[in-house]
């Protein structure tokens, strides 16, 4: 019978580039938000965070971004590796909930060598 | 470093069958989570558990789950009657603290319901 799934969003990228991954956030009062790192047969892995009182936020080789104007959200890869090659979601949370994360689709990352 | 444990991974069941699927989450952590992801989908948020109780839960988490810490260190995930659109990875999470938290995952159940 028929698959039926999501199609997620694609990004390939050649070794050493860098890549950008995009996400619209569905909550304006969300107010905390991640980035997770899924490789296959995995679970989510943490990369990188940031409060909704911060526009930019810096880790080693990573950086993401948020407008919340436009609930808008970016992941920024720099010297992609192969390593890299993931799928990417970005995650919200209202910070006076338990701490419920509310994932968006996802982004299939191939980094060639 | 600390990390979340699950097992199995994986688990076959037949439909109507009752499967627990256990967490061991990171020791000094206080606010534990059950997500699910279907296969080729974004992961979903289950339930939360604070203090020895629900302190949130989604619409897919009916009567027919339940969660229980029964002891310091696990954290369970039973599915009393299950469906065939329970097949999915469950992730277990969790956190120090709430909110503005890193949720750290564990590496998933595959729940395969035949």
């Known amino acids: 019978g028929e698959s039926v799934g999501l199609h997620l969003p694609t990004l390939s990228v050649q070794e050493g580039d860098n890549s950008i991954i995009n996400c619209a956030y569905s909550n304006s009062a969300s107010d905390y938000f991640i980035w997770y790192k899924q490789e296959s047969g995995k679970g989510p892995q943490f990369i990188i965070d940031?409060?909704?009182?911060?526009d930019k936020r810096q880790g080693q080789r990573v950086t993401v971004l948020l407008n919340k104007t436009v609930k808008h959200l970016s992941l920024q890869i720099a010297a992609t590796q192969p390593g890299d090659s993931a799928v990417y979601f970005c995650?919200?949370?209202?910070?006076?909930?338990?701490?419920?994360?509310?994932f968006g689709q996802g982004t299939i990352l191939t980094v060639h060598p | 470093e600390p990390e979340v444990t699950q097992t199995p991974s994986h688990q076959v069941t037949q439909m109507g069958q009752e499967v627990i699927l256990r967490c061991v989450p990171i020791s000094n952590h206080l606010y534990f989570y059950w997500y699910r992801q279907i296969l080729g989908q974004k992961v979903e948020f289950l339930v939360s558990f604070y203090n020895n109780e629900i302190s949130e839960k989604s619409e897919i988490f009916d009567d027919q789950f339940s969660v229980e810490r029964p002891d310091g260190s696990n954290f369970t995930l039973k599915i009393r009657s299950t469906k065939l659109e329970d097949s999915a990875m469950y992730f277990c999470?969790?956190?120090?603290?709430?909110?503005?938290?890193?949720?750290?995952f564990g590496p998933g159940t595959r729940l395969t319901v035949t």
């Open positions: 995650a919200e949370n209202i910070d006076t909930s338990y701490g419920k994360l509310t």
């Open positions: 940031i409060r909704s009182n911060m």
């Open positions: 999470a969790s956190t120090r603290r709430t909110g503005a938290g890193e949720q750290y």
